[in-house]
């Protein structure tokens, strides 16, 4: 309905920006906590004034501020000037969507950069993560072919809720009383996921100490 004449790139097209989005933060993120630790600049860190917190945040935002401005210059220059592709809703409430899922995907990025103990075993991570996110968030394909049992359990997933939020805004034209249930949704498994991977960090700190 949304698509008559049926084209790819305006699909795959922007979910190519939430994938990417999706593996560039939890890369990026968990890449520099194992960085910091193996090159001993986490010990820098801990001499100074700083809580587990502030250095998470840290992370969190400087990651942040880097796929935003990235995935600005794709939507812009790429999916809406190269490719001509219509968004029929607000850029602004998208991107309201997409700071709330970047703060899930850099808490996620947190958690395997401190579980892992080298960048090998990180980057192992990163492909059965990433590549779950990606096949279960009905971007490729969508939710309903999956078993129904499987569809319960990608309810938990914000990939699941990104997608879906960024179809309704983006091709649909929805507001705000359209998609905040999936936006109520990804902030509230983000910040438990956030709170959790932060506990694992400021025990990391310890063991560090």
Do not use: C
């Not at 305006?10 to 960085?35: E, Y």
């Not at 899930?104 to 192992?124: D, E």
């Not at 492909?127 to 969508?142: A, D, E, F, N, R």
């Amino acid at each position: 309905m949304f698509n008559p004449n049926g084209v790819t790139a305006w699909f795959t097209s922007v979910v190519g920006i939430i994938n990417q989005i999706s593996m560039l933060t939890i890369i990026l993120t968990g890449a520099a906590v194992i960085r910091e630790r193996e090159h001993g600049t986490l010990e820098h860190l801990l001499v100074m004034p700083l809580t587990a917190f502030e250095i998470a945040m840290a992370k969190v935002w400087a990651n942040s501020l880097v796929i935003l401005l990235a995935t600005s210059a794709s939507l812009y220059l790429v999916v809406m000037k190269t490719l001509d592709v219509p968004f029929a809703g607000s850029v602004a409430l998208w991107f309201s969507g997409v700071v709330l899922y970047l703060f899930f995907a850099t808490a996620l990025g947190i958690f395997l950069g401190t579980v892992s103990q080298s960048m090998a075993q990180f980057a192992l991570l990163i492909i059965l993560v990433v590549v779950v996110l990606q096949l279960l968030s009905g971007g490729s394909t969508p939710v309903e072919s999956q078993p129904q049992w499987l569809q319960y359990l990608t309810f938990f997933l914000p990939s699941r809720h990104f997608v879906s939020f960024s179809q309704k805004i983006i091709y649909r034209g929805g507001g705000l009383a359209a998609v905040w249930p999936q936006f109520a949704m990804v902030g509230a498994v983000g910040l438990a996921f956030f709170v959790y991977s932060l506990s694992l960090f400021r025990k990391s700190i310890a063991v560090t100490k």
